[in-house]
Each structure stands twice: as structure tokens, then as C-alpha cells.
């Protein structure tokens, strides 16, 4: 998911005690992103391009 607001979105996922991945930059993919897992086991990435 593609958003300007990783930071909050980790934050609001952390709060509820949702398992996150710690944001980070990818030079590689020049992203910001997390990743995570929604109800069903499917892993989500939330990022922003740099």
C-alpha cells in the first residue's frame, strides 16, 4: 500500500498490537516501508517512494 504517512500507519498498527517489521529505507527500491500481516496471514507492505 502506497502512502505519505508510514510513519503513522506504523504507529496506529503498533498501538492496536499488530506485529510490524521497524520502517526502514531501501536504497535499492529508494522506498520507506514496513511490512506486516493482515488477518488472513497475507503479508502487506506499507510504503512511500523516496
Known amino acids: 500500500m502506497l502512502t505519505n504517512e508510514v510513519d503513522e500507519f506504523y504507529r ?6 499488530v506485529t ?4 526502514t529505507v ?3 527500491f529508494k ?5 506486516t500481516k493482515d488477518p488472513n496471514g497475507y503479508r502487506l507492505e506499507i ?4
Do not use: M, R, T, V
Not at 510490524?20 to 520502517?23: G, K, L, T, V
Not at 522506498?31 to 511490512?35: E, K, M, Q, T
Open 31 to 35: 522506498i520507506y516501508h514496513f511490512f
Open 12 to 17: 496506529k498498527l503498533k498501538d492496536a498490537g
Open 20 to 23: 510490524c517489521s521497524e520502517p
Open 26 to 28: 531501501s536504497q535499492e
Open 47 to 50: 510504503q512511500k517512494f523516496l
